[in-house]
């Protein structure tokens, strides 16, 4: 599947057939400062993502 | 054990988001009920304004401010914003950008105010010109501005976008050096005094997360990118911090800053040097002021008579200097 990532600005290419919650963690970006937008929905943290899917790391923490 | 969506805690239809430290999952629908009940919990706890009330909401791009100022609209609170360009490139014109439409398509009243064309410099060149870090010129601006448009607009409160993430991390600085001073004061509403309007903090029980998820659902288009100015800011490193803690132990951040106001907040009551001298009135603009000119005015000062400088610069020099 395409994984949009942020800061900076990337996509990279990750085989599907994991959860929401696992992804983040193999990429090492906590859970509790992303979200996951898949083929343009929010899915919470248990959802299986497949190797068609579009997802989309957004990060939340803001430092201004 | 076959994996089932994960069902909505309210309505059982599929989640969009999960919230460990509810121990629940959420829909679109209740999510944004969710985000409302806590904002009025926020507004009725901690005394902070009616629906009789004029609001001047400080709106940035960001996912926190413009989240406040929806929620406000849909409660039924009156609530114009306020956008300061602060001439940070790209991300000031992008950020100004979704604040314009946001209004536009909601037809709410905006203030805009532009630092460069209203008072002839910009953060960049502020920062360069008093040899300080960007966001220290930022934020006397926008704190200076701020009040001012809520005082000569009649306004009865400022609202800001401040989240329990952000409320927490400054917690978190100031209570690791003890600073007793700035505790005493780290409290959801300022009330007004002096000539300073009152100021109210509505999200400080929701989440960064929740805040961008409630834009996501809500349909707001917000600015994503971070200022480049905040890269190294050391609240980003207490959040993460905080984040590893709540991980390992969901609801500790809300504990950690909601228990503070209710447990400590009390006995600090009166610790602030408030009494930090006759506050008079700025002989150039007014401001209330310990001084005889106001810190802003000394900024406009030097900043304006300084040659324009490109962000490009000041991101250098501070990419240098980490
Ligand atoms: S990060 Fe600093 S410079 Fe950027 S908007 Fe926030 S306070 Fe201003
Ligand atoms: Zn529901
Ligand atoms: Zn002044």
């Known amino acids: ?19 929401v919650n696992r992804l983040l ?28 899917d579009v997802i989309e790391v957004r990060p939340v923490i803001s430092g201004g | 054990m076959t994996a089932q969506p994960s069902r909505c805690r309210s309505c059982k239809a599929p989640a969009v988001i ?23 919990k926020a507004i009725a706890d901690f005394d902070m304004f009616s629906r009789a009330d004029r609001l001047l909401v400080a709106v940035s791009g960001g996912k926190d401010s413009l989240a406040v100022w929806d929620m406000l609209i849909e409660s039924g609170y009156q609530a114009d914003g306020l956008y300061i360009g602060l001439g940070i490139g790209e991300y000031s014109e992008d950020s100004g950008g979704y604040v314009q439409r946001f209004a536009h398509e909601r037809n709410l009243h905006l203030v805009t105010i532009d630092l460069r064309e209203d008072y002839g410099y910009d953060v960049p060149t502020a920062a360069v010109a008093t040899k300080r870090v960007p966001c220290s010129a930022c934020g006397l601006s926008k704190r200076r501005l701020f009040d001012k448009a809520a005082v000569d607009g009649g306004y009865d409160a400022v609202v800001t976008g401040h ?21 005493a004061r780290q409290l959801p509403v ?9 100021k109210c903090k509505p999200l400080v029980r929701l989440t960064e997360r929740e805040m961008a998820a409630y834009c996501l659902v809500r349909g707001i288009d917000y600015v994503v990118e ?27 951040k809300s504990a950690f800053y909601l228990n503070f106001l209710s447990k400590m907040a009390p006995l600090l009551d009166g610790q602030s040097a408030a009494a ?10 007014g401001a209330p ?3 005889d000119v106001c810190a802003f005015c000394r900024l406009v000062e030097k900043s304006g008579t300084h040659e324009a400088v490109p962000v490009e610069m000041v991101l250098k020099k501070h990419r240098r200097r980490h």
């Open chain 2, 289 to 291: 002021t310990t001084g």
């Open chain 1, 25 to 52: 963690d193999d990429l090492e970006l906590s859970r509790e400062a992303h979200l996951i937008i898949r083929n343009g929905t929010l899915v919470p943290g248990d959802t299986r993502l497949d190797d068609t």
């Open chain 2, 226 to 252: 971070e200022c480049p100015m905040a890269a190294g800011n050391r609240h980003l490193g207490y959040k993460e911090a905080l984040n590893a803690i709540e991980k390992q132990s969901p609801g500790s």
């Open chain 2, 18 to 40: 999960d919230l460990p430290r509810h121990n629940a999952n959420f829909c679109a629908e209740h999510l944004v009920q969710l985000c409302n009940r806590q904002m009025i």
């Open chain 2, 276 to 285: 930090q001298g006759e506050v008079g009135e700025c002989e150039r603009c």
């Open chain 1, 1 to 19: 599947m395409k994984v949009l990532l942020r800061n900076p600005k990337r996509e990279i290419e990750v085989p599907g057939g994991r959860s």
């Open chain 2, 163 to 183: 989240n329990l993430d952000d409320e927490a991390a400054v917690l978190f600085g100031n209570t690791l050096r003890w600073e007793v001073d700035y505790l």
């Open chain 2, 190 to 198: 300022l009330e007004a005094r002096d000539g300073f309007p009152k």
